[in-house]
């Protein structure tokens, strides 16, 4: 069956260029994450959507950070004015259910490939 | 702060060799925990979750892992690794409403 898609799979942005990266997730999962992954270091949670709601954004590290997932299917992560630093693969992850909350998490995340953003 | 910390960023192993990948959280309390896996150009998938009882967790591939909540730790292991093992591992704990990753156990299995 249809995994989580991720585009483009590679981009090359100039310092200080906007980025677009999409998500397709699963059919049906109402969870969405986007995660960070710098080389050498594990996934960082972004920011959460459950539908089309936007319910945690502590993890986008600047204003230049932006998440959409209008219609509580596809997402797109915004980056505006591209910095070196925003190098690393983006990663999206959905699931069918919500997180519980506290420490408890019954909703498996299937992952997307990522995008790898390189910033030069 | 809360997190989750792996021991090794880079394991060499030998097929047949066994192996474990240490993972420590640094909060108590009932927790939820799980490895994940990342071959070459693949997505990161589960391997194995903890949710509750019985400490001593089987997941795919013949991997396993123990709970050990007086050493706050849930160590990755396998009898006998195979060259198809070579993959990035990550350890993961639930913290409100999110997963929290280690950074990454790289294991690289010589045939």
């Known amino acids: 069956g249809a995994g989580v898609s991720q585009s483009p799979r590679y981009k090359v942005a100039k310092r200080g260029q906007d980025v677009a990266l999409r998500c397709d997730p699963i059919?049906?999962?109402?969870?969405l994450f986007w995660y960070q992954q710098a080389l050498g270091q594990g996934p960082e949670f972004l920011t959460y959507?459950?539908?089309?709601?936007?319910?945690?954004k502590s993890g986008l590290p600047s204003d230049r950070f932006f998440a959409e997932r209008p219609e509580g299917s596809v997402s797109t992560l915004k980056i505006q004015r591209t910095q070196q630093e925003d190098s690393a693969v983006y990663l999206c992850?959905?699931?069918?259910?919500?997180?519980?909350?506290?420490?408890?998490?019954?909703?498996?995340?299937?992952f997307g490939n990522g995008t790898r953003l390189t910033v030069t | 702060a809360q997190s989750v910390s792996q021991h090794n960023h880079h394991v060499i192993l030998s097929e047949a060799a066994s192996l474990e990948l240490g993972c420590n959280y640094s909060y108590g309390g009932t927790v939820n925990l799980f490895w994940y896996v990342q071959y070459p150009g693949q997505h990161l998938q589960l391997l194995l979750k903890?949710?509750?009882?019985?400490?001593l967790v089987k997941g795919i591939k013949g991997f396993e892992a123990e709970f050990i909540k007086s050493k706050f730790s849930f160590n990755l292991r396998k009898p006998s690794v195979q060259w198809s093992d070579t993959a990035e591992y990550f350890c993961a704990v639930p913290l409100r409403g999110k997963l929290i990753f280690g950074q990454g156990t790289e294991l690289s299995v010589k045939p």
């Open positions: 903890y949710f509750s009882g019985d400490p």
């Open positions: 959507f459950q539908n089309e709601a936007q319910l945690d």
């Open positions: 059919s049906g999962h109402v969870s």
């Open positions: 992850a959905s699931s069918l259910g919500v997180p519980a909350g506290g420490r408890s998490y019954n909703s498996p995340l299937h």
